[in-house]
């Protein structure tokens, strides 16, 4: 059974750093392109990165591109992201999901996602 | 970036209605368009790719079609499972974007 389970939100003031993990199971780990989404509360879905499987293609938002960085840990089957100068603007529940790419083009789009995992920046 | 336009943004329907939610796509994205489902709490899930293609397990009454720039997500026979946010995704190149979701409330 694929599981993916975020972990490391949490309450961080502006200008502040905080680092997620997803740890996945039940499937391939290195064989997928890894993504981190997010929304805000009572927004839409936005996309924020993604990095495939080798770790060579990372993919970033406009909007974090800069202030995240996208890391896998194959042997451990964990995908992170490291978020730093966090501003209101990136408060929302961040979801981690896996698709399947080559390179920069993707032949499916996110299948399982993870619960989610809550991220406040307070000013 | 490609942009994509969710219509309408709301829609109230009854018991057993036809549905039809609408993604316009700024530049051809080919088959490259999925489709998802929100309820309040949880994390979406995936109802169709490639434009048409049912996720496995998920019930027949919804369906996909369209290429190119036009796509359209039909639940043929509204149930009461069903009333919950729709979104699409295009997925034929980074970055990925969302359209903005569709919210069905029961009339």
């Known amino acids: 059974e694929v599981q993916l389970v975020e972990s490391g939100g949490g309450l961080v003031k502006s200008g502040g750093s905080l680092r997620l993990s997803c740890a996945a199971s039940?499937?391939?780990?290195?064989?997928?392109?890894m993504t981190w989404l997010r929304q805000a509360p009572g927004k839409g879905l936005e996309w924020v990165s993604s990095?495939?499987?080798?770790?060579?293609?990372?993919y970033y938002a406009d909007s974090v591109k800069g202030r995240f960085t996208i890391s896998r840990d194959n042997a451990g089957n964990s995908v992170y992201l490291q978020m730093s100068s966090l501003r209101a603007g990136d408060t929302a529940v961040y979801f981690c999901?896996?698709?399947?790419?080559?390179?920069?083009?993707?032949?499916?789009?996110?299948?399982?996602w993870g619960q989610g995992t809550l991220v406040t920046v307070s000013s | 970036d490609i942009q994509v336009t969710q219509s309408p943004s709301s829609l109230s329907a009854s018991v057993g209605d036809r549905v039809t939610i609408t993604c316009r796509a700024s530049q051809d994205v080919r088959s490259a368009l999925g489709w998802y489902q929100q309820k309040p709490g949880k994390a979406p899930e995936r109802l169709i790719f490639?434009?048409?293609t049912l996720q496995s397990g998920v019930p027949s009454r919804f369906s996909g079609s369209g290429s190119g720039t036009e796509f359209t997500l039909t639940i043929s026979s509204l149930q009461p499972e069903d009333f919950a946010t729709y979104y699409c995704l295009q997925y034929n190149r980074y970055p990925l974007t969302f359209g903005g979701g569709t919210k069905v409330e029961i009339k």
């Open positions: 490639a434009a048409s």
């Open positions: 039940g499937f391939t780990f290195s064989s997928y392109t």
């Open positions: 999901s896996r698709l399947t790419c080559s390179g920069g083009n993707c032949y499916t789009p996110p299948d399982f």
């Open positions: 990095i495939s499987g080798t770790g060579t293609y990372i």
